[in-house]
Protein backbone atom coordinates (compact mmCIF):
# COMPACT_ATOMS: atom_id res chain seq x y z
CA UNK A 1 0.00 0.00 0.00
CA UNK A 2 0.98 3.41 -0.67
CA UNK A 3 2.57 5.26 2.01
CA UNK A 4 1.31 8.88 3.27
CA UNK A 5 3.46 10.88 4.90
CA UNK A 6 1.71 14.20 6.27
CA UNK A 7 3.69 17.45 5.64
CA UNK A 8 2.56 19.61 9.19
CA UNK A 9 3.91 23.02 7.63
CA UNK A 10 0.54 24.28 8.13
CA UNK A 11 0.02 23.54 11.26
CA UNK A 12 3.18 25.60 12.07
CA UNK A 13 1.67 28.28 9.77
CA UNK A 14 -0.91 28.67 12.22
CA UNK A 15 0.65 28.47 15.22
CA UNK A 16 3.19 30.82 13.89
CA UNK A 17 0.14 33.52 13.63
CA UNK A 18 -0.02 34.41 17.01
CA UNK A 19 2.93 33.55 18.48
CA UNK A 20 3.07 30.97 21.34
CA UNK A 21 2.67 27.44 20.95
CA UNK A 22 -1.12 26.62 20.08
CA UNK A 23 -1.67 24.78 18.16
CA UNK A 24 1.15 22.52 19.76
CA UNK A 25 3.12 21.34 16.53
CA UNK A 26 4.62 17.75 18.44
CA UNK A 27 1.56 17.11 19.95
CA UNK A 28 -0.83 17.60 16.57
CA UNK A 29 2.54 15.33 14.33
CA UNK A 30 2.07 12.55 17.19
CA UNK A 31 -1.72 12.84 16.50
CA UNK A 32 -1.49 12.44 13.27
CA UNK A 33 0.71 9.46 13.38
CA UNK A 34 -1.87 8.19 15.65
CA UNK A 35 -4.74 8.36 13.58
CA UNK A 36 -2.57 6.43 10.68
CA UNK A 37 -0.40 8.58 8.84
CA UNK A 38 2.68 6.50 8.17
CA UNK A 39 5.48 9.37 8.29
CA UNK A 40 5.54 12.89 8.95
CA UNK A 41 7.03 15.68 6.17
CA UNK A 42 8.94 19.18 7.33
CA UNK A 43 10.08 21.64 4.96
CA UNK A 44 11.81 23.95 6.55
CA UNK A 45 12.79 27.51 5.03
CA UNK A 46 15.81 30.32 6.18
CA UNK A 47 12.97 32.41 6.92
CA UNK A 48 11.14 29.98 9.20
CA UNK A 49 8.26 31.07 8.47
CA UNK A 50 6.50 27.79 9.45
CA UNK A 51 8.51 25.09 10.51
CA UNK A 52 11.25 26.23 12.82
CA UNK A 53 14.97 24.65 12.55
CA UNK A 54 13.94 23.92 16.75
CA UNK A 55 10.89 22.24 15.61
CA UNK A 56 12.74 19.40 13.68
CA UNK A 57 14.96 18.58 16.83
CA UNK A 58 11.61 18.74 18.91
CA UNK A 59 10.07 16.06 16.20
CA UNK A 60 13.20 13.61 15.66
CA UNK A 61 13.02 13.07 19.56
CA UNK A 62 9.30 11.78 20.08
CA UNK A 63 7.76 10.95 15.90
CA UNK A 64 7.85 7.01 15.37
CA UNK A 65 6.98 6.99 11.87
CA UNK A 66 8.71 7.70 8.91
CA UNK A 67 11.02 11.69 8.96
CA UNK A 68 11.17 13.35 5.79
CA UNK A 69 13.13 16.42 5.75
CA UNK A 70 12.22 18.08 2.87
CA UNK A 71 14.49 21.80 1.65
CA UNK A 72 17.27 23.17 -0.40
CA UNK A 73 20.60 21.95 0.34
CA UNK A 74 22.17 24.60 -1.33
CA UNK A 75 21.88 25.96 2.34
CA UNK A 76 24.06 24.70 4.29
CA UNK A 77 22.06 25.26 7.68
CA UNK A 78 19.24 22.90 5.83
CA UNK A 79 22.23 20.06 5.58
CA UNK A 80 23.40 20.01 8.81
CA UNK A 81 19.99 19.94 10.13
CA UNK A 82 19.46 17.27 8.08
CA UNK A 83 22.58 15.90 9.28
CA UNK A 84 21.91 16.41 13.18
CA UNK A 85 18.59 14.82 12.82
CA UNK A 86 19.22 11.73 10.61
CA UNK A 87 15.72 11.52 9.05
CA UNK A 88 14.91 7.97 7.32
CA UNK A 89 14.80 10.40 4.19
CA UNK A 90 15.64 13.97 2.91
CA UNK A 91 13.97 15.28 -0.06
CA UNK A 92 16.20 17.80 -1.59
CA UNK A 93 14.08 20.50 -3.30
CA UNK A 94 15.74 23.48 -5.44
CA UNK A 95 13.69 25.92 -3.60
CA UNK A 96 14.74 29.83 -3.84
CA UNK A 97 15.07 31.82 -1.25
CA UNK A 98 12.02 33.59 -0.51
CA UNK A 99 9.75 31.18 -2.49
CA UNK A 100 6.31 30.62 -1.53
CA UNK A 101 6.20 27.19 -2.29
CA UNK A 102 7.69 24.60 -4.28
CA UNK A 103 6.93 24.80 -8.22
CA UNK A 104 9.65 23.43 -10.14
CA UNK A 105 11.70 20.25 -9.67
CA UNK A 106 15.70 19.67 -10.14
CA UNK A 107 17.56 20.27 -13.67
CA UNK A 108 18.99 16.79 -13.25
CA UNK A 109 21.48 17.49 -16.16
CA UNK A 110 22.86 20.57 -14.96
CA UNK A 111 23.08 20.02 -11.64
CA UNK A 112 24.20 16.62 -11.74
CA UNK A 113 27.52 16.70 -10.05
CA UNK A 114 26.25 18.75 -7.69
CA UNK A 115 23.70 16.27 -6.81
CA UNK A 116 25.65 13.32 -6.69
CA UNK A 117 27.77 15.26 -4.85
CA UNK A 118 24.92 15.95 -1.45
CA UNK A 119 23.26 12.48 -2.45
CA UNK A 120 26.52 11.00 -1.48
CA UNK A 121 26.83 12.93 2.16
CA UNK A 122 23.38 12.26 3.20
CA UNK A 123 23.71 8.47 1.87
CA UNK A 124 27.01 8.33 3.78
CA UNK A 125 25.16 9.06 6.89
CA UNK A 126 22.84 6.32 6.39
CA UNK A 127 19.98 8.47 5.13
CA UNK A 128 17.48 7.68 2.07
CA UNK A 129 17.59 10.56 -0.51
CA UNK A 130 14.53 11.65 -3.16
CA UNK A 131 15.20 14.33 -5.50
CA UNK A 132 12.29 16.57 -6.33
CA UNK A 133 11.59 16.61 -10.24
CA UNK A 134 8.89 17.40 -13.14
CA UNK A 135 7.76 14.16 -15.08
CA UNK A 136 9.91 14.61 -17.75
CA UNK A 137 12.23 11.27 -19.20
CA UNK A 138 15.58 12.89 -19.17
CA UNK A 139 15.23 14.45 -15.32
CA UNK A 140 14.06 10.72 -14.60
CA UNK A 141 17.19 9.62 -16.30
CA UNK A 142 19.63 12.60 -14.93
CA UNK A 143 18.17 11.53 -11.37
CA UNK A 144 19.14 7.85 -11.71
CA UNK A 145 22.49 8.68 -12.65
CA UNK A 146 22.44 11.41 -9.25
CA UNK A 147 22.83 7.69 -7.22
CA UNK A 148 19.92 8.58 -5.26
CA UNK A 149 17.62 6.55 -3.83
CA UNK A 150 14.18 7.92 -4.72
CA UNK A 151 12.43 10.37 -7.29
CA UNK A 152 9.42 12.61 -5.72
CA UNK A 153 7.17 13.40 -9.02
CA UNK A 154 5.92 16.86 -8.72
CA UNK A 155 2.33 16.50 -9.49
CA UNK A 156 1.21 20.42 -9.75
CA UNK A 157 0.60 19.98 -13.30
CA UNK A 158 -1.60 16.80 -12.60
CA UNK A 159 -3.67 18.14 -10.45
CA UNK A 160 -4.77 20.91 -12.31
CA UNK A 161 -5.32 19.32 -15.56
CA UNK A 162 -7.64 16.77 -13.41
CA UNK A 163 -9.41 19.64 -11.90
CA UNK A 164 -10.07 20.25 -15.54
CA UNK A 165 -11.77 16.51 -16.40
CA UNK A 166 -8.58 15.84 -18.79
CA UNK A 167 -7.63 13.00 -16.42
CA UNK A 168 -5.84 10.57 -19.15
CA UNK A 169 -3.87 13.90 -20.27
CA UNK A 170 -2.98 14.82 -16.59
CA UNK A 171 -1.67 11.22 -16.04
CA UNK A 172 0.23 9.87 -18.91
CA UNK A 173 3.45 11.54 -18.40
CA UNK A 174 3.22 10.49 -14.69
CA UNK A 175 3.08 7.24 -15.76
CA UNK A 176 5.87 7.25 -18.31
CA UNK A 177 8.23 9.24 -16.02
CA UNK A 178 6.96 6.13 -13.26
CA UNK A 179 8.10 3.71 -15.77
CA UNK A 180 11.16 5.37 -16.47
CA UNK A 181 12.04 5.41 -12.90
CA UNK A 182 11.56 1.73 -12.05
CA UNK A 183 13.81 0.83 -15.21
CA UNK A 184 16.31 2.83 -13.54
CA UNK A 185 16.28 1.41 -10.14
CA UNK A 186 14.72 3.94 -8.44
CA UNK A 187 11.66 4.40 -5.75
CA UNK A 188 9.24 6.80 -6.34
CA UNK A 189 7.20 9.19 -4.42
CA UNK A 190 4.81 12.06 -5.53
CA UNK A 191 3.56 15.08 -3.80
CA UNK A 192 2.21 18.94 -4.71
CA UNK A 193 -1.87 19.70 -4.78
CA UNK A 194 -2.44 15.93 -4.05
CA UNK A 195 -6.07 15.99 -2.53
CA UNK A 196 -9.05 14.20 -2.01
CA UNK A 197 -10.62 14.18 -5.46
CA UNK A 198 -7.47 13.55 -7.30
CA UNK A 199 -5.60 11.33 -5.27
CA UNK A 200 -7.27 8.36 -6.02
CA UNK A 201 -6.68 8.13 -9.63
CA UNK A 202 -2.82 8.98 -9.30
CA UNK A 203 -2.03 6.17 -6.69
CA UNK A 204 -3.85 3.56 -8.80
CA UNK A 205 -2.11 4.39 -12.02
CA UNK A 206 1.33 4.98 -11.06
CA UNK A 207 3.51 1.98 -11.10
CA UNK A 208 5.54 1.34 -8.56
CA UNK A 209 4.56 4.71 -6.16
CA UNK A 210 5.81 4.30 -2.97
CA UNK A 211 5.09 7.42 -1.04
CA UNK A 212 3.13 10.72 -0.92
CA UNK A 213 3.53 13.61 0.88
CA UNK A 214 0.27 15.89 1.31
CA UNK A 215 0.04 19.29 3.59
CA UNK A 216 -1.76 22.02 2.64
CA UNK A 217 -4.93 20.04 1.25
CA UNK A 218 -4.74 17.85 4.33
CA UNK A 219 -4.91 20.50 6.54
CA UNK A 220 -7.62 22.58 4.86
CA UNK A 221 -10.34 19.60 4.83
CA UNK A 222 -9.50 19.08 8.32
CA UNK A 223 -11.40 22.22 9.06
CA UNK A 224 -14.48 21.16 7.75
CA UNK A 225 -14.02 17.37 8.64
CA UNK A 226 -11.72 16.98 11.26
CA UNK A 227 -7.99 16.04 11.33
CA UNK A 228 -8.18 12.20 12.68
CA UNK A 229 -11.07 11.56 10.30
CA UNK A 230 -9.13 13.48 7.18
CA UNK A 231 -6.24 11.17 7.71
CA UNK A 232 -8.24 8.47 7.91
CA UNK A 233 -10.09 9.40 4.68
CA UNK A 234 -6.53 9.75 2.37
CA UNK A 235 -5.47 6.31 4.01
CA UNK A 236 -8.82 5.32 1.96
CA UNK A 237 -7.47 6.82 -1.36
CA UNK A 238 -4.42 5.14 -1.40
CA UNK A 239 -5.79 1.41 -0.26
CA UNK A 240 -5.63 -1.12 -3.63
CA UNK A 241 -8.28 -1.26 -5.31
CA UNK A 242 -8.87 -1.99 -9.47
CA UNK A 243 -8.10 1.23 -11.32
CA UNK A 244 -10.94 4.06 -11.92
CA UNK A 245 -11.13 4.93 -15.07
CA UNK A 246 -8.73 3.05 -17.44
CA UNK A 247 -6.17 5.01 -19.52
Not at 5 to 33: F, Q, Y
Not at 116 to 138: C, H, Q, W, Y
Not at 147 to 171: F, H, M, P, S, V
Not at 214 to 232: F, K, M, P, R, S
Request: net charge negative.
Amino acid sequence: MVKLSVNINKIATLRNSRGGNNPDLVETALDIERFGADGITVHPRPDERHIRYADVYALKKLISTEFNIEGNCTEEKFVQLVLANQPAQVTLVPDGLGQLTSNHGWNTIEHRDYLTEMIRVFKNAGIRTSIFVDPLMEMVEGAANTGTDRIELYTEGYAKLYAEGKRQEAISAFIAAAKKALESGLGINAGHDLNLQNLQFFAQHIPGLSEVSIGHALVCDAIYLGLENTVQLYKRQLAPCPPEGGI
